[in-house]
């Protein structure tokens, strides 16, 4: 039982000149990457010799670096923590391992950008501005944007020279204007969101004994607990028994932004599914509500509530104890409440409240840690239904944002945005619908066929989200996520104190007080010193909100000058007690990120009916089919394979092919296309059905819509692609091309066997195309490049050892099985381009170590492509034989 905690970073008396002298070069990397501006202005000059406002400057990063526990650069760490029986040391000292990663932008060739739509005379996409936020742009349309916009029907990107092949007539200096114009103005662009390059690590005793080195475009620093940080899980105990009894303290606060996307999306689409890019096709009224913005500022509106009209009845009180007030109530909105916690002399600390967002403060231990030390937790924190699949999504933005939102995936499913897929885990968002159940926004993957729920795993403010889509699929994320009634209440003229608000013996929320100046006069340290001494303000105090939040040590007349330069225009402000200072059990307060899981959720999104406004093809029949995969293969050669062979019409090209998936569990997906099925279709599927409810080894079955991926195999391309999967999917079965003379089954054969069969293919099949250096320079950028030095020395020993020798493929129909293959696959109409080769080389290859390997298949592709990739070495190495 895992929990994530996070603590300031800096361990030294930062209202000591000395100290903060010492730790100088420190302070100023961790300003560097928090303030460009502060930075450039003080990098050259001592601490000493910095004026007054620079001082000032300084010390409010040192008091949050010293106090504040959000992770940001170097001012906070994170790390994993783990309750267990034994009892809790009583203090904790915190020794930190830094890691640095270097962000790099991936450059190729040129595309449109994400969101690009063309109207009659005119284009308009989203473009970032110098200030790092996105802003639509329109540009009128001409025969050359025509041009490049057409281009990309069927092709993924446009470099210079294939522009320039276009105009055989015109001098090259012109063509490099209108080239370089195209570029300025945004219409096609080279860049995508930074990727992390491999973590370095850097073992720190004292944060102050290295120093981050600079990279290309903004480093990424996080810290991560170099030891086992262990509590008594008598602490978890008391937040699982708060999260049975607090449910009526929670309400949803309605965000602006989805309120009045809701009204436009109502009037104008109903509650139909309708495509995602499609709400920013220009002239829509959902696209004139993003491009305006005024969603960017949008907050959570607090209705009214009984709960904090009696809080503020109470104004005066010291505390005041809700749970005789309210109701108990389980927490069933949300499969998980997550808290923000301290543990203090007093009792539990609860610094935040919220639903739905499990993951959100794991996104910098994600990076230092192994994914599959979070992967098991946070499925208990998800909805489980089988009809939900979640996924992370992209976000691009400022470096500052970038730096906060940085994170490793979690979960297995990511929504692209801005960069290609990359597996089939990736969810391009242009697949995805938009609609409205039950009064709640849901996004609808017909290709899954399972209501997609983005997932936040970062901490990032949705105000600095400027990007249309990135933002939409926050606030869908973020819809119906409960937060406690008492967050915002704040103490005001009329009710100058909120008392400390507990539930029994945990604290919920400090004290807090509304500090007004006598007769307008304006604050000194001595009016602010006798005001809060009359009000009875305790030393350590609270100012600021969110973010901004800072403590501030009364007794210290640095930090009163500081609370001074930040109020000495405001008339009132609010404060609030600090608990956690003095009486907190470790001396670097350390804040928990502690997530409940809630037995009671009931998830709303098992009957969603997807009705899309768009038409797809029903032409095919499809059906996931449930089955234990250490049975796959017996069900399809036992019976699929059987049934096919008597049920499809004898005298035609048979249309069919199967794939294997996981969404909650593992299902075979078996589609049938029209010529298979013959002119009554209602008697075939009736005895489809049939054979499905009584065939052995099914644990269920749904029926699915097939939608063809025509982005991969291109509009005339998915024909020939289809007819690859079928002979992909009879040779599996039946072991030969021809299902009349069955074989072994080739699902049946030796693992061995079955990547011999397809590496020899790859290799013939490369020969033919001649895609030899393409396809290697790829997968050495690649596959190879990415694979763990111990992956590739067990790959090398099972390649030299058992599979270097099967140089040819032995069996008569492994040998038909090729010709037929390479025959097909070099007639795809998509290989007019012969830079389509590689994409739909690895897509079908990807998909045929699917068929053939079933349920292990992403545990055996490393080692397929590996083979295949020597076996291209060794051929395009050998020694050419001498002419006798």
Same mark, same amino acid.
């Given at each position: ?7 300031? +970073? ?16 420190y ?14 202005q ?8 910095l ?18 526990a ?6 906070a760490?994170?790390? +994993? ?33 994400? =969101?690009?739509?063309?109207?009659t ?6 473009? +970032? ?5 996105w802003?639509?742009?329109?540009? #009128? ?7 490049i916009?057409? @281009? ?12 320039? /092949? *276009? ?5 090259d ?21 930074p ?5 370095n ?12 080195? $600079? ?26 028994? =708060? ?12 965000? $602006?932004? &989805?309120?009045?996307l ?14 995602? @890019?499609?709400?920013l096709?220009?002239?829509s ?7 305006n913005?005024?969603w ?10 009984? &709960? ?42 609860? %610094? ?23 992967h098991?937790?946070?499925?208990h ?8 699949? @979640? ?8 470096d ?8 490793k ?6 929504i ?11 969810? $391009? ?8 159940? $039950? %009064? ?17 795993q ?5 105000? !600095?989200?400027?990007?249309?889509? /990135? ?18 209440? +704040? ?6 104190a909120i ?34 001494k #009359? ?10 909100e ?20 930040l ?8 404060? /609030?007690?600090?608990? *956690? ?29 997807f ?36 049920? =499809? ?6 249309? *069919?092919?199967?794939l ?61 692609s289809?007819?690859?999967?079928? =002979? ?45 250096r ?14 763990k030095? /111990?992956?590739?020395?067990k ?11 099967k ?6 129909? %492994? ?22 080769f ?17 349920s292990? @298949?992403?545990?055996? #592709?490393?080692l397929?492509? !590996? ?10 190495h ?5 002419? &006798?």
């Amino acid at each position: 039982m895992n929990f994530i905690y996070r603590t300031p +970073m800096l361990n030294f008396d930062i209202f000591d000149t000395k100290e903060v002298e010492y730790n100088y070069q420190y302070i100023l990397e961790a300003i560097k990457l928090s303030s460009t501006h502060l930075y450039e202005q003080i990098k050259d000059t001592p601490y000493s010799q910095l004026d007054y406002d620079q001082q000032v400057a300084v010390l409010k990063y040192l008091i949050r670096g010293k106090y504040r526990a959000t992770p940001f650069a170097l001012w906070a760490g994170v790390g +994993m923590g783990l309750f267990s029986d034994l009892p809790s040391p009583t203090k904790y000292k915190l020794t930190f391992q830094s890691f640095d990663l270097n962000a790099h932008h991936v450059k190729g060739k040129y595309h449109l950008p994400a =969101l690009t739509y063309r109207q009659t005379d005119q284009f308009t996409f989203w473009k +970032m501005d110098e200030d790092k936020n996105w802003n639509q742009v329109t540009l #009128e349309s001409n025969a050359i944007l025509e041009k490049i916009y057409n @281009h990309f029907h069927s092709k993924p990107d446009l470099s210079f020279p294939k522009f320039k /092949s *276009w105009f055989l007539n015109v001098e090259d200096g012109e063509i490099r204007q209108i080239w370089g114009e195209i570029i300025n103005c945004g219409f096609l662009t080279n860049q995508y969101p930074p990727q992390l390059s491999k973590i370095n690590s850097v073992v720190l005793n004292d944060p102050r004994s290295e120093f981050p080195k $600079d990279s290309q475009d903004y480093p990424i620093h996080i810290t991560s607990s170099k030891e086992p940080f262990q509590l008594e899980k008598t602490h978890y105990r008391k937040l699982e028994k =708060l999260n049975k009894e607090i449910g009526n303290l929670l309400h949803t606060q309605a965000s $602006d932004f &989805i309120r009045e996307l809701k009204s436009i999306f109502i009037e104008e689409h109903d509650d139909r599914f309708v495509p995602l @890019h499609q709400l920013l096709n220009p002239g829509s009224a959902t696209a004139r509500f993003f491009k305006n913005q005024v969603w960017l500022f949008s907050r959570e509106n607090t209705p009214p509530n009984p &709960i904090n009209s009696a809080i503020l009845a109470h104004s005066g009180k010291k505390t005041m104890n809700l749970k005789p007030l309210v109701k108990s109530r389980k927490v069933t909105e949300q499969p998980a409440t997550s808290y923000l916690c301290r543990i203090t002399e007093r009792g539990l600390l609860i %610094d935040h409240v919220v639903t739905n967002r499990p993951a959100a403060t794991w996104a910098k231990i994600s990076l230092a840690v192994p994914k599959a030390s979070f992967h098991e937790d946070i499925q208990h924190f998800l909805d489980s239904s089988t009809n939900v699949l @979640h996924a992370d999504f992209e976000i691009w933005e400022s470096d500052q944002s970038n730096h906060i939102a940085c994170h490793k995936n979690l979960l297995q499913h990511t929504i692209r945005i801005f960069t290609p897929s990359k597996s089939s885990f990736d969810i $391009d968002y242009k697949s995805l619908y938009l609609g409205l159940v $039950d %009064d709640r926004f849901v996004i609808y993957s017909p290709h899954t066929q399972q209501v997609i729920l983005p997932t936040i795993q970062h901490a990032l403010n949705p105000q !600095y989200i400027t990007h249309p889509i /990135s933002r939409l699929l926050y606030e869908v994320a973020s819809q119906g996520s409960l937060y406690p009634v008492y967050e915002d209440l +704040m103490p005001i003229s009329g009710a100058p104190a909120i008392p400390r608000l507990t539930w029994g013996e945990v604290i919920l929320k400090p004290a807090a007080w509304y500090v007004t100046a006598d007769d307008g006069k304006s604050w000194t340290s001595n009016r602010f010193l006798a005001k809060i001494k #009359e009000l009875g303000i305790p030393r350590y105090c609270l100012y600021g909100e969110e973010d901004e939040k800072m403590v501030i040590d009364t007794h210290h007349c640095q930090s009163v000058d500081i609370l001074m330069e930040l109020i000495k225009n405001k008339p009132s402000f609010v404060l /609030s007690e600090c608990l *956690w200072i003095e009486d907190s059990e470790f001396p670097s307060y350390p804040q928990l990120s502690i997530s409940i899981p809630n037995s009671a959720y009931q998830s709303p999104y098992k009957h969603v009916f997807f009705n899309p406004k768009k038409h797809v093809d029903r032409s095919w029949i499809g059906y996931h089919i449930y089955v234990d995969p250490l049975e796959a293969e017996l069900f399809l050669t036992e019976k699929i394979g059987p049934w096919l062979d008597q049920n =499809l019409r004898p005298d035609a090209i048979h249309q *069919w092919y199967y794939l294997t998936h996981f969404d909650s569990a593992f299902h075979i997906r078996l589609r049938i296309g029209p010529n298979s099925i013959g002119n009554d279709r209602v008697s075939f599927e009736k005895e489809l059905l049939h054979f499905l409810s009584q065939a052995d080894y099914i644990t269920s079955f749904k029926k699915a819509t097939y939608y063809p991926e025509l982005a991969k195999y291109g509009n005339r391309g998915i024909f020939s692609s289809e007819d690859l999967f079928k =002979l992909e999917s009879v040779m599996a079965i039946y072991g030969n091309v021809n299902s009349q003379l069955p074989y072994l089954p080739t699902l049946l054969q030796p693992e061995l066997e079955k990547i011999s069969l397809i590496a020899n293919l790859g290799l013939a099949l490369l020969k033919r195309s001649g895609q030899f250096r393409a396809w290697q320079q790829e997968t050495e950028n690649g596959l190879i490049k990415d694979l763990k030095n /111990s992956q590739k020395s067990k790959f090398k020993k099972v390649y030299e050892e058992s599979l270097r020798s099967k140089k040819v493929c032995h069996s008569v129909h %492994d040998q038909g099985f090729v010709q037929k293959y390479i025959s097909f696959f070099l007639e795809h109409p998509l290989l007019y381009d012969k830079n389509n080769f590689v994409p739909l080389f690895n897509h079908h290859f990807h998909m045929m170590i699917n068929r053939f390997f079933l349920s292990h @298949h992403s545990h055996i #592709e490393p080692l397929v492509w !590996y083979t295949l990739y020597r076996k291209v070495l060794d051929y395009r190495h050998s020694p050419i034989p001498t002419p &006798i």
